[in-house]
């Protein structure tokens, strides 16, 4: 395990650089379009701060969107659903139980899922939780680098033994590490939802992003330093990886959500002068970027 | 009630326009005007979802707002509030007393409100929460197709025999069902308010939107398709139609409510580029269509 | 008592103008830059509806925001925060017990923290919270006129006696005093705060806002009608107050926010054509408005 980290830290190195007619191209712009035509839905259950952004951003994004937070809600709802996004950033008393028991549930029904392990570290509540779902585990983890840290180390999943985290003191929904450092824990993490749902993706966010399926790691550069000064980007990327993951495989699905945001961040910027303004372009370049400038997007693999 | 709902439904066909010097152009005129210049205030128990925007949209439209989740709070502010404004869109478990406790208080109050049936048919909290609305009902009911044949299904005042709904499964938050199948349900759920109530209206939002007092159909069309790109259109119309409400009688407010909104879509819609841009011109165009714009738009009666 | 509140209503007529080389300025400027550079967090357990822009504007003026309703949450987040904000205006049950049970823990670990009496005197709930705060109070209050009066008459400091509120009835959220008519509350919750937590301020906002740490009373004029048709200005601001008492003396934090704030204002609504402009015009003055304009704003002191 210490060997494969040390690999996954190097990888970068030795990237090569994905071609423009790698079949993965064609699945991701297929994806990006097949949302756009067939509007699926992706259900949420998600924190209270972002939760309108999260809704909006699967609009924008070409799919429909329902929030829940009772496990009666969310299992009716799954039958008719693509996908589930469940988030844990804010929580409440009772979605201890709710939680354990909707991943329970979506597990037995076979129904893919993403989970967004926000501010994983902090709180008995939250690590309760986070812990349930080791053995009811997503298809798809989606998280700064310090929160699949953590997440990996709370499943056992690290190479340090002790039980200390790998990663210096959680700083509360920002990420502490950076993205690179959390490589072999993506990859660790990848192969444990693997080997529970078949196929299954990890993606690190960070100023390069990081997706792996637990077999190789593909890095997705650019975005925007204001992507930071809104809240709820990392949030709604998970949503709208649900979205994706409604009609695609978890990894095509990882992938083509990180690369839509990372170009619609970059027009974003250009046309935008503060926070305000920029989300407002944000969501509007959700709705216009190509399936083309999507899928053309510059991408390495380790 | 079959062959109501057979009159109701071949009604489009013969509609009459409402003539420019229709007394009720003056009464909607008057309730824009009213709410501009008294800035009425409306409460909401509304999901958790798209609550900024109701609010957003009350205080845009010249109302103010207050949020809350508490009977006490409720039972309180409706001592001050000219209307309140239920949605039940995101539930938590002790809504399931509150909500009926809610309804029962304001029922004995006298005091007016609308209900936003959101996701009807899906979950069995939310279902026994609208069933316990069956005998404290609101004075407005605004939903979509699907969720107005869900409700009235659900209080059994539809013609079918055996308690399957009659229109095909809820997809979510999303009607599956168009306009005119819903007529019959809400005239017959209209007639239902009516009877504990006195005056009442009932809204069904669609590319068309129907309006009835159980006796007569509206017919008001327009608006944007952007509408169903944006999370909450549909609630925060629930949200004006209670600030409305709180200045004029059920079918003017809700009538009101429904033109503003689709003269500030067509305009918002001409002047955004996706459905960031769209929001914010929304927000102004609610704050800047005149009250004679909204007097004067198209509208027939059934 | 009773002359000190005169004192105090009549302190307007005397005030007298902040010089540019004041030190106070010197401080303004300071805070400000200290959070753009030094990114301090700020964490929230704040209303649903207003939670986005809250953690929003805290970005917008530089700082990074975390958002709770657990105490678990709350007290881990506690160690690595500079400030907490805690806002009473949508209430859930189980809020009764934990949000009593924080203030506890963060007066015995000496954190500083922010209190938005959002609706002060509606709803036995909010009212049995607020008044658990008393004995565990926290460093700063921010509200509207009819909150700020309300509070310090359920902590037993006003004049009056009999109990009943001097304000007229509250309107919800809505302040029904003017500014000037909560200068002697507002002073003696100041000393109250100051008793507790050493240096301490209340800030009273409206058309003119007030500071004061107990001993003086800043007047700080400005700002924008237009931010009274949004949702959330007077809740962000204390969020942004929290912010900035992550680097700074309450009294400072105070007016510092309060003043960014105005200015802020100000600029949205030059730039703005109705209330969903004026709300992204704003996020962007609030990260474009440099610490020079901030301190040398009008100020006077009585």
């Not at 991701?28 to 509007?39: G, K, P």
């Not at 972002?50 to 809704?55: G, K, P, Y």
């Not at 890095?219 to 009609?247: D, E, N, W």
């Amino acid at each position: 395990m210490s060997d494969d980290s040390t690999r996954c830290g190097n990888a970068a190195y030795s990237a090569i650089q994905i071609s423009p007619d790698d079949p993965l191209r064609a699945r991701i712009a297929e994806a990006v379009q097949s949302v756009r035509t067939t509007t699926p839905l992706a259900q949420s259950f998600t924190n209270f701060v972002t939760i309108n952004l999260v809704a909006n951003a699967q609009l924008a994004s070409g799919g429909t969107a329902a929030m829940s937070f009772l496990p009666d809600d969310i299992v009716d709802t799954a039958q008719i659903a693509g996908a589930t996004y469940i988030n844990v950033g804010t929580l409440l008393p009772f979605y201890k139980d709710a939680l354990a028991d909707i991943a329970e549930r979506l597990g037995r029904l076979g129904k893919p899922w993403v989970l967004d392990p926000v501010a994983a570290g902090i709180g008995t509540t939250r690590t309760a939780i986070l812990q349930s779902f080791r053995d009811h585990p997503p298809t798809v983890v989606r998280g700064n680098a310090s929160e699949i840290i953590a997440l990996a180390d709370m499943w056992g999943l690290n190479d340090n033994v002790g039980g200390a985290y790998p990663s210096s003191r959680p700083a509360g929904v920002e990420s502490v590490d950076d993205v690179d450092s959390a490589t072999g824990a993506a990859m660790r993490l990848a192969r444990h939802l693997s080997s529970h749902a078949g196929k299954a993706a990890v993606a690190v966010s960070g100023e390069v992003d990081l997706v792996t399926d637990g077999e190789h790691v593909y890095r997705l550069p650019g975005s925007s330093a204001m992507m930071t000064k809104i809240t709820g980007a990392g949030c709604s990327l998970g949503g709208v990886t649900a979205t994706y993951l409604a009609v695609a495989d978890p990894l095509t699905a990882a992938i083509a959500a990180s690369l839509l945001y990372n170009r619609a961040g970059e027009s974003a910027e250009a046309a935008s002068r503060g926070p305000g303004s920029f989300q407002v372009e944000f969501l509007d370049a959700l709705w216009n970027t190509t399936a083309e400038q999507i899928a053309a997007s510059p991408m390495s693999m380790a």
